[in-house]
C-alpha cells in the first residue's frame, strides 16, 4: 500500500510539471497557478517537500488523480510542431519579430500580448540586437544588427515628452536625461514605448555625474524592478556619492559610503552593471566598482596605455573586460582584457581582413555578443571574432560623420514592462 | 576510482522502445538526462524496459545520442570540458534539417530533456526570427483566422515591424 502511494505520488509530480505547458490558447498564469495550489497534487508535493512521508489520503482521490493526468498526457502527446513553437520558441524571439508575428494567427497574437509571455521574454531573451548612439547635439538613434529581427517604432525615442540624452542601458531598458537645467531622468523601452519619469533626486546630479542601469530580469522578478545607481562627483571636493533611485520603492537614498579616492573624482562616462555591481571608467586609468546591495566599493586599475586611448569597459562571456586597439603600432591589433583583475586574454591582428581602401578610426564598442566583439572602423561597423581574429563588416556609413564623441549604448530587443507603467503604450497592447 | 555503490548505479542498463519499436540500450546515468526517463525509472523501480510511444526511433537515437555526449562529459566536469560540450552541441544542431530539427525538439520536449529543448529551441528562433508572416504560416501549416480587418489593424498598428 504505501508502495503503491509513492509511486502515484511520483506520477503526480509530472502532472504538475505538464500543468503549464500544456494550456492552450489564452494561458492564464493566475488560474493555472490557483489550479495548481488547490489541486490535491499540488498539496501533495507540497507535503512531501515539507518532510511527510506518507500524505493521507483516500485511494478513490488516487484514481481520480490517475484520470487527470492520462487526460494532460494525452494533451502534450498530442501537440503539434506548431504548438510547441508556440509554447518554447516565442520566447526566445527578438521583440520586432514577435511583434511580426502577432499577425500569424489568433492564438500567437494572444499569447503574444499575454503578459506571462511578456514576462518570460523579458527572462529568456537576451541576445544583443543592436545600438543605440547618439552624437553630442544630435537625435537618438538605432543600428541594428540584423533589421529583419531586431528593431524598434521610434529608433529616435520621439514617443518621450521631451529631447534627451541616451545615459545607460540594461536588458532591453534605456536610461534617457532630459536637456533641461534641473534635468531628468526617464526610463523606457524603445520596444513597446512605454516610458516613466523618475521622482527629481535629493542631490543635484551635475554634467560631470555618471549612472548605470541595473535591471536583472529572472523568473521572480514580475514587476521587472530595476535600479538606477548614480555617482556625483561633489564640486570643489575630492569626493564621489552614491545615490540610488529604487522602482520598488519608487524613491531615491543616498549610499552611506563616500568615496574618496584621488583617481575615482573624474569619470570618461557612463557605466554599467554586472552581477549587482555598478562598473565606471575614471579619467585616471581606473575602474570604480560600486555595489549598491551593500554600498561597498573598489577600485581596479585599467591596462596600461589605456588612458588616452579608446579603450572600452564592457562585458564578456558574463565577465568584466576591457578592449583596447591598437592602431598606430606596426601591425595593428585589438587587445582584450578580462577576468575581475583584467588579465591579457586574446590579442586579435587585424591585418589581412581590412582591405586598403577602408580607413578611419578604430574603436571597440561597448557591445560583446559571445566571441563577437563590435567595432567601428570609420563610420564601419565591424564584428571582430576574439578566437578567429577575422573583421567582418556588417553594415557600412552607420554614422553621418566620425564617431569622435558620438555615445553607444549596447542594447537587447526585449518586451520587459517598464516597472510600475505609469504610461502604457496603446499601440501594442491594443 | 568508483566506489562500488556508484559503479552499480552507472552501469545499470535500461532499455528503451521507441513507437516503431525499435530499442535502444542505454546506461540508466544517460537515460536519466530526460527529465520523463528519470521519473519513470523512480517511479517503475525495478522495471528495465521503458515503451515510449510518442517517439520513433530516429529521433529517440538522436536524442539518446546527446544525452550520452553529456552524461559522460558531467562525470568530470571542468571548464574545459564545457567548452567540448558547447562546440559539440553546436556541431550537433549545425547541419539539421528543418523537418529533423522540429521532430526532435518535440521529441526532446515530450521527454522532458530541458537543456536538449534549450538548445534546439535557441537554434529554432535563429531559423525564423528573420522570417515574413507569409513563411511562418507555410511552415507550420497554419492558417490565419482572422476576422477581415483585424489582420489590418494589427499590422497598421505594428507597420514598423514589417520594415
Given at each position: 500500500m504505501?508502495i503503491?502511494?509513492?509511486?502515484?505520488?511520483k506520477?503526480?509530480?509530472?502532472?504538475?510539471?505538464?500543468?503549464?505547458?500544456?494550456?492552450?490558447?489564452?494561458?492564464?498564469?493566475?488560474d493555472?497557478?490557483?489550479?495548481m495550489t488547490?489541486?490535491?497534487c499540488?498539496?501533495l508535493?507540497?507535503?512531501?517537500?515539507?518532510?511527510m512521508?506518507?500524505?493521507?489520503?483516500?485511494?478513490?482521490?488516487?484514481?481520480?488523480?490517475?484520470?487527470k493526468?492520462?487526460?494532460f498526457?494525452?494533451?502534450?502527446?498530442?501537440?503539434?510542431i506548431?504548438?510547441?513553437?508556440?509554447?518554447?520558441?516565442?520566447?526566445?524571439?527578438?521583440?520586432?519579430?514577435?511583434?511580426?508575428?502577432?499577425?500569424v494567427?489568433?492564438?500567437?497574437?494572444?499569447w503574444?500580448t499575454?503578459?506571462?509571455?511578456v514576462?518570460?521574454?523579458?527572462f529568456?531573451f537576451r541576445?544583443?540586437?543592436?545600438?543605440?548612439?547618439?552624437?553630442?547635439?544630435g537625435?537618438?538613434?538605432?543600428?541594428?544588427l540584423?533589421?529583419?529581427?531586431?528593431?524598434?517604432?521610434s529608433p529616435?525615442?520621439?514617443f518621450l515628452?521631451?529631447?534627451?540624452t541616451?545615459?545607460?542601458?540594461s536588458?532591453?531598458?534605456?536610461c534617457?536625461?532630459?536637456?533641461?537645467?534641473d534635468?531628468a531622468?526617464?526610463?523606457c523601452?524603445p520596444?513597446t514605448k512605454?516610458?516613466k519619469?523618475?521622482?527629481?533626486?535629493?542631490?543635484?546630479?551635475g554634467?560631470?555625474?555618471?549612472?548605470?542601469?541595473?535591471?536583472e530580469p529572472s523568473?521572480l522578478?514580475?514587476?521587472a524592478?530595476?535600479?538606477?545607481?548614480c555617482?556625483?562627483?561633489?564640486?570643489?571636493?575630492?569626493?564621489?556619492?552614491?545615490?540610488i533611485?529604487?522602482s520598488?520603492s519608487?524613491s531615491w537614498r543616498?549610499?552611506?559610503?563616500?568615496?574618496w579616492?584621488p583617481?575615482?573624482l573624474?569619470f570618461?562616462?557612463?557605466?554599467f552593471?554586472?552581477?549587482?555591481v555598478?562598473?565606471w571608467?575614471?579619467c585616471?586609468?581606473?575602474?570604480?566598482?560600486?555595489?549598491?546591495t551593500?554600498e561597498?566599493?573598489?577600485?581596479?586599475?585599467?591596462?596600461?596605455?589605456?588612458?588616452s586611448?579608446l579603450g572600452?569597459?564592457?562585458?564578456?562571456h558574463?565577465?568584466?573586460?576591457?578592449?583596447?586597439?591598437?592602431e598606430k603600432?606596426?601591425?595593428?591589433?585589438i587587445?582584450?582584457?578580462g577576468?575581475?583583475?583584467?588579465?591579457?586574454?586574446?590579442?586579435i591582428p587585424?591585418?589581412s581582413?581590412?582591405p586598403?581602401h577602408?580607413t578611419?578610426e578604430?574603436?571597440p564598442?561597448?557591445?560583446?555578443?559571445?566571441?563577437?566583439?563590435m567595432?567601428?572602423?570609420g563610420?564601419?561597423?565591424?564584428?571582430?571574432?576574439v578566437k578567429?581574429?577575422?573583421?567582418?563588416?556588417?553594415k557600412?556609413?552607420?554614422?553621418?560623420?566620425?564617431?569622435?564623441?558620438?555615445?553607444f549604448?549596447?542594447?537587447?530587443?526585449?518586451l520587459?514592462?517598464?516597472?510600475?507603467?505609469?504610461?502604457?503604450?496603446k499601440?501594442f497592447?491594443? | 576510482m568508483s566506489?562500488?555503490?556508484?559503479?552499480?548505479?552507472?552501469?545499470?542498463?535500461?532499455?528503451?522502445?521507441?513507437?516503431?519499436?525499435?530499442?535502444?540500450?542505454?546506461?540508466?546515468?544517460?537515460a536519466?538526462?530526460?527529465?520523463?526517463?528519470?521519473?519513470?525509472v523512480?517511479?517503475?523501480?525495478?522495471e528495465?524496459?521503458?515503451?515510449?510511444?510518442?517517439?520513433?526511433?530516429?529521433?529517440?537515437g538522436?536524442?539518446?545520442?546527446?544525452?550520452?555526449?553529456h552524461?559522460?562529459?558531467?562525470?568530470n566536469s571542468?571548464?574545459?570540458?564545457d567548452?567540448?560540450?558547447?562546440?559539440?552541441?553546436?556541431e550537433?544542431?549545425?547541419?539539421?534539417?528543418q523537418?529533423?530539427?522540429?521532430?526532435?525538439?518535440m521529441a526532446a520536449?515530450?521527454?522532458s530533456?530541458?537543456e536538449?529543448?534549450?538548445?534546439?529551441t535557441?537554434k529554432?528562433?535563429?531559423?525564423?526570427?528573420?522570417?515574413?508572416?507569409?513563411?511562418i504560416?507555410e511552415?507550420?501549416?497554419i492558417?490565419?483566422d482572422?476576422?477581415p480587418?483585424?489582420?489590418?489593424e494589427?499590422?497598421k498598428?505594428?507597420?514598423?515591424?514589417?520594415?
Amino acid at each position: 500500500m504505501m508502495i503503491a502511494e509513492t509511486k502515484d505520488l511520483k506520477a503526480m509530480d509530472i502532472v504538475d510539471d505538464t500543468l503549464g505547458d500544456s494550456e492552450e490558447d489564452t494561458f492564464d498564469f493566475e488560474d493555472s497557478q490557483q489550479e495548481m495550489t488547490c489541486s490535491p497534487c499540488a498539496n501533495l508535493k507540497v507535503k512531501e517537500d515539507c518532510g511527510m512521508l506518507y500524505p493521507a489520503i483516500e485511494v478513490g482521490q488516487i484514481l481520480v488523480e490517475y484520470s487527470k493526468i492520462s487526460k494532460f498526457k494525452k494533451h502534450k502527446e498530442e501537440m503539434t510542431i506548431h504548438d510547441v513553437v508556440k509554447e518554447l520558441v516565442l520566447r526566445f524571439l527578438p521583440a520586432k519579430t514577435l511583434c511580426r508575428f502577432r499577425l500569424v494567427c489568433k492564438e500567437w497574437n494572444h499569447w503574444i500580448t499575454n503578459p506571462f509571455l511578456v514576462h518570460l521574454h523579458s527572462f529568456c531573451f537576451r541576445d544583443i540586437s543592436g545600438l543605440f548612439c547618439q552624437a553630442p547635439k544630435g537625435k537618438p538613434h538605432f543600428i541594428s544588427l540584423n533589421p529583419r529581427a531586431y528593431g524598434v517604432p521610434s529608433p529616435t525615442l520621439s514617443f518621450l515628452p521631451e529631447n534627451v540624452t541616451i545615459r545607460a542601458a540594461s536588458n532591453g531598458l534605456l536610461c534617457c536625461q532630459s536637456h533641461n537645467i534641473d534635468p531628468a531622468y526617464y526610463i523606457c523601452n524603445p520596444a513597446t514605448k512605454e516610458w516613466k519619469l523618475l521622482r527629481k533626486p535629493t542631490y543635484y546630479h551635475g554634467p560631470k555625474s555618471v549612472v548605470a542601469l541595473n535591471f536583472e530580469p529572472s523568473m521572480l522578478n514580475f514587476k521587472a524592478n530595476f535600479e538606477l545607481i548614480c555617482a556625483i562627483p561633489i564640486p570643489d571636493n575630492p569626493v564621489v556619492y552614491f545615490e540610488i533611485y529604487s522602482s520598488r520603492s519608487d524613491s531615491w537614498r543616498v549610499a552611506d559610503t563616500e568615496c574618496w579616492e584621488p583617481k575615482a573624482l573624474e569619470f570618461k562616462g557612463d557605466g554599467f552593471l554586472l552581477k549587482g555591481v555598478a562598473f565606471w571608467e575614471t579619467c585616471s586609468g581606473a575602474v570604480l566598482a560600486f555595489d549598491s546591495t551593500d554600498e561597498q566599493y573598489g577600485m581596479l586599475p585599467t591596462p596600461p596605455s589605456s588612458e588616452s586611448s579608446l579603450g572600452v569597459l564592457t562585458e564578456m562571456h558574463g565577465e568584466l573586460c576591457y578592449i583596447l586597439p591598437h592602431e598606430k603600432a606596426d601591425e595593428p591589433r585589438i587587445d582584450v582584457y578580462g577576468g575581475w583583475n583584467l588579465s591579457l586574454k586574446y590579442k586579435i591582428p587585424l591585418d589581412s581582413e581590412v582591405p586598403d581602401h577602408i580607413t578611419g578610426e578604430l574603436r571597440p564598442l561597448p557591445c560583446v555578443d559571445g566571441d563577437v566583439l563590435m567595432v567601428l572602423l570609420g563610420t564601419r561597423l565591424c564584428a571582430c571574432n576574439v578566437k578567429e581574429g577575422k573583421l567582418k563588416t556588417i553594415k557600412s556609413n552607420v554614422l553621418s560623420s566620425g564617431a569622435e564623441n558620438v555615445k553607444f549604448l549596447p542594447y537587447v530587443n526585449s518586451l520587459t514592462p517598464v516597472g510600475h507603467q505609469y504610461v502604457e503604450s496603446k499601440d501594442f497592447y491594443h | 576510482m568508483s566506489s562500488s555503490s556508484t559503479t552499480t548505479t552507472t552501469t545499470r542498463l535500461l532499455m528503451l522502445k521507441a513507437s516503431d519499436g525499435v530499442t535502444f540500450e542505454v546506461e540508466e546515468a544517460v537515460a536519466t538526462k530526460l527529465g520523463a526517463i528519470n521519473n519513470m525509472v523512480e517511479e517503475e523501480g525495478s522495471e528495465d524496459l521503458i515503451c515510449l510511444p510518442n517517439v520513433n526511433g530516429k529521433f529517440l537515437g538522436m536524442v539518446l545520442e546527446w544525452c550520452k555526449k553529456h552524461a559522460n562529459n558531467n562525470t568530470n566536469s571542468d571548464k574545459g570540458n564545457d567548452e567540448v560540450n558547447k562546440w559539440w552541441d553546436k556541431e550537433f544542431v549545425m547541419d539539421l534539417d528543418q523537418n529533423t530539427l522540429y521532430h526532435l525538439l518535440m521529441a526532446a520536449d515530450y521527454l522532458s530533456g530541458t537543456e536538449l529543448v534549450d538548445l534546439l529551441t535557441e537554434k529554432v528562433a535563429s531559423m525564423i526570427r528573420g522570417k515574413k508572416v507569409e513563411e511562418i504560416r507555410e511552415t507550420f501549416k497554419i492558417k490565419s483566422d482572422f476576422l477581415p480587418g483585424q489582420e489590418e489593424e494589427i499590422r497598421k498598428k505594428n507597420s514598423w515591424a514589417f520594415e
